[in-house]
Structures are given as C-alpha cells and as structure tokens.
C-alpha cells in the first residue's frame, strides 16, 4: 500500500464503519489501521498534514448516537447480507416493554447519527417501515428466507416515504423574505433548480423556489427565527403564524 492509497483509506475510514456489514468491516479493519500506521509513520509527510487539516462538519445541531446493543446489530447486519428473516424485540415510541415480532430487512439508511433498518412487519408486506436500530432489543435470525415485496427498490422508497417527514408529495411553491446576512447563503446554495432571489429595497432577500413539502422544511424555516418571513403559499404562513402566537404564549 503506498502513502497515496494509505490517505484514501484513512479518510474513509470514519464514513464507511456504520455502513457495513460487521463481517465484511472486520475483514478489511486491518487494512485501515495499517492505512493509519503508513500515515503516522510518515510524521512529515504532506498526506499526513491533508488528514490532518480535513473535516466535514454537519449543517445541524450536534446529537450524540443512541446507543445501539452491538450483538442486535451484529444480527441485523448480518440477516441484511444474507437474505435472512428476524424474529425481534422490538421497542415501540412510548411503550414500557418490548414485543416481538416477525422482520424482513430491506436496508439499512444511516440519517444523521440515527440508522434505521427499512423492513416489513410480520406477515404484512406492503408496509415498508423505518425502524430506527436503537429500538431493537434483540434480534436473531428464524431459519427463514426474508420475504421481499416485489420489485422493491430502496431508492424508490426513500423518495416516495421521505424520511423527512412528508406532508404531501406534491411540492410547495414557496416564498420568503430573510433578512440578508441570514438569506445569503442561499444565493450560493439554492434551495431548488428553479429558485429566484431578488434584492428588496429594504436590503432584504425575497426567494422563491419549489421545494419539498416536508416537516423538516418547517423545522429549517423556524430555527431562522425573526430573520424570516413567510410569504406564500398562504397556508404556509397561516402555520408561522400560529406557531408564532403560540411562542408567544409560552414565553409571556
């Protein structure tokens, strides 16, 4: 392995962990940690200095990972690769106990620091779920093949489910008005292919743009505070508008 090859590894190392299979990350372990040991031996080698001065850093709130029990995810993993059935405990929102259950593993999607295992229940195979991994209790393959809903396609499901929190599947033509040092970096990253920002003779930025109708739209919208206003759709704004009367009774 040379110095080149050692800096690649080492920067994927932290970004492909939580995405393998356990069996298939403990095989290639070895090959990262000497990936890290060409790098530090190498103390004035200008790879080493790139590791050393790259990071990606998330657009939102720091949160730290549920704790996830590592035999349940081990077992998980694995009924994932081999095409195998689970029988689960699984611990529902708000519940004080466990159940069990029959699962299907269809995939794995890592959102934020939360994975989430996309699976049917039991014996009802058209409702594909979102489980999120920390809930499982235990987990250990039945002796049976899962059962696949035909045709079933994980990118297909994501956009049509949205682990955003979909309102509807039609998007929202949208139109807000920000105060310019916080709207600004929308002229750089648009929300949409279609968005339109205008300066406002106020010094304010008005954008438009057709977006997803999400809850996670409105959490991003809201967390902009007083330095946004929402224009239009109509409904949009009848929303900030009671949840603005609502802040304001909780903080009067």
């Given at each position: ?219 991003w919208l809201f967390s902009f505070g007083e330095n946004v206003e ?23």
């Open positions: 392995m040379d110095k080149m090859e050692a800096l690649s590894l080492s920067l994927a190392h932290k970004f492909l962990e939580p995405l393998m299979p356990v069996e298939g990350y403990d095989r290639i372990k070895n090959l990262f940690d000497q990936a890290n040991n060409i790098l530090e031996s190498s103390e004035k080698s200008h790879l080493k200095k790139w590791r050393d001065r790259v990071r990606v850093l998330p657009q939102t709130q720091r949160l730290i990972p549920p704790f996830v029990d590592q035999e349940v995810y081990t077992k998980i993993y694995d009924a994932l690769l081999n095409g195998w059935q689970l029988d689960v405990q699984y611990l529902k929102v708000n519940a004080k106990k466990s159940e069990r259950r029959i699962v299907n593993p269809l995939g794995i999607v890592l959102q934020g620091v939360v994975q989430r295992l996309i699976c049917t229940m039991d014996s009802d195979l058209q409702d594909i779920r979102h489980l999120p991994l920390h809930r499982f209790k235990d987990a250990s393959a039945n002796g049976e093949a899962l059962v696949e809903p035909e045709n079933f396609s994980i990118d297909e499901y994501l956009e049509d489910q949205s682990l955003s929190l979909l309102r509807s599947k039609k998007d929202l033509k949208i139109e807000v008005l920000f105060e310019a040092l916080a709207g600004f970096h929308l002229t750089e990253t648009p929300l949409s292919l279609d968005q339109k920002s205008i300066e406002t003779e106020g010094g304010k930025i008005r954008i438009t743009a057709s977006v997803a109708d999400t809850e996670q739209l409105r959490w929402v224009l239009k759709p109509k409904s949009l704004r009848d929303e900030f508008k009671e949840r603005s009367r609502s802040l304001n009774r909780l903080y009067s």
